[in-house]
């Protein structure tokens, strides 16, 4: 079979499990679609269920997730948030629009996330929060930051946008510092198209949380029947969610156990089809450190330099497959720049930019098609006779 007979692999597909449609025609049954109804609530409980949150609540985004704990947090003008320069722009845009700077530090050449060990002279006088982005579902060193943060009186706000049902030492991610955020756009592993959750670890916010998601307003103590009428009590926003996407989300949590075990299946059939090139020293693999158990987020491997990951996604291309870069590290945007300053050596961040490669991943990629993925990638590197990087 010729290149062009062959069919496409495309880098993400969004997960449909063919269930979802039924809980839409329920929701649109019941009439009431705005947020903060049955499948909205159906969501939360299950959350808090099955991840141990103290109290979640579905957003319209990840985004917005990460703009209510800014709020939560009472950033304020002029105060400083550390997080990993290699992460999507909302974790800074979060805290950007509070007013707040940016340090940024370096990553660990092992996990892609953000580097314990330089947390603390990246402190100063100004720090307000640390935000450690979950890259690819694998935890952060959690135990190590919550330290820092206790030692320094320091907010933490987990960016777990790729987090969902992975876990860190038994806790899941999202649940471990003052305030976690996930997502579920349409390139997660769970969707609603565009969506996410903020989940609170204690309950001592989660009334201000629910009037930060009222614009302000102290609705929900109202509709509860705590209040004879609602008001505009705080600043806030509009973070509610539409009905019609949580019922879709919520027929795929009622499956996240089997669609976890697929993209895990998928993740082992890359580690274990790509290991000898990374035993050849050709490429890098993902580093799971021991206590985390990740979701099959994604699979990326490393490659020698730019050119040779240019080259590698120009040859996948030709063979019908994408495969994609990450991150443009945030400290050398123009907007990074204008809002905020690295920290120390910028030893791996810019690094992983240039050489980090994702393969195809979603649930309904098939064995055959993982086979195919890997056996392009083996042709490549015999093409360059071996030579080891």
Not at 42 to 54: K, N, R, V
Not at 160 to 188: E, P, R
Not at 247 to 273: F, V
Not at 294 to 306: D, E, P, Q, R, V
Request: aromatic share 8%.
């Amino acid at each position: 079979m010729s290149t062009i007979d062959q069919e496409h692999i495309p880098f993400s597909r969004a997960t449909v499990l063919g269930t979802e449609l039924a809980y839409i025609r329920d929701a649109i049954s019941r009439g009431a679609l705005c947020g903060d109804n049955r499948y909205s609530r159906l969501c939360e409980a299950w959350m808090d269920e099955h991840y141990g949150a103290a109290k979640a609540f579905l957003m319209p985004s990840g985004t917005h997730a990460l703009e209510e704990a800014a709020l939560l947090c009472g950033i304020q003008p002029g105060d400083e948030v550390i997080m990993p320069s290699y992460t999507f722009v909302s974790t800074a845009n979060a805290f950007v629009l509070r007013g707040a700077r940016i340090r940024f530090v370096d990553i660990r050449p092992d996990t892609q996330n953000i580097d314990e060990n330089l947390i603390e002279e990246a402190i100063t006088p100004r720090t307000k929060a640390i935000v450690p982005v979950h890259y690819a579902g694998v935890g952060s060193e959690m135990d190590r930051i919550m330290a820092i943060a206790d030692a320094h009186g320091l907010c933490v706000i987990e960016d777990a946008a790729q987090g969902v049902h992975a876990s860190y030492h038994g806790k899941a991610l999202g649940t471990i510092a003052d305030y976690g955020c996930f997502s579920f756009h349409a390139t997660k592993n769970y969707t609603m198209g565009e969506g996410g959750a903020l989940l609170l670890r204690d309950n001592d916010r989660a009334l201000d949380a629910a009037v930060i998601r009222e614009k302000g307003t102290n609705r929900t103590a109202f509709l509860q029947g705590m209040v004879d009428k609602y008001t505009w009590v705080i600043e806030g926003s509009s973070y509610l969610t539409s009905e019609l996407s949580a019922a879709y989300l919520y027929a795929q949590l009622l499956e996240a156990d089997t669609i976890n075990n697929r993209r895990l299946h998928i993740w082992r059939c890359y580690w274990e089809q790509l290991h000898s090139l990374a035993q050849n020293g050709q490429i890098e693999l993902p580093g799971v450190p021991q206590g985390c158990e990740h979701n099959g987020h994604m699979f990326y491997i490393k490659t020698a330099s730019l050119e040779e990951r240019i080259a590698l996604t120009e040859h996948l291309k030709q063979a019908g497959i994408t495969a994609a870069f990450h991150y443009v590290p945030l400290h050398s945007s123009p907007q990074g720049q204008r809002c905020g300053v690295f920290v120390g050596e910028d030893r791996y961040t810019t690094d992983t930019f240039r050489r980090l490669l994702r393969l195809p991943m979603y649930d309904a990629l098939t064995d055959s098609q993982v086979d195919r993925v890997c056996d392009s990638i083996r042709v490549f590197y015999q093409g360059k006779r071996g030579v080891v990087a």
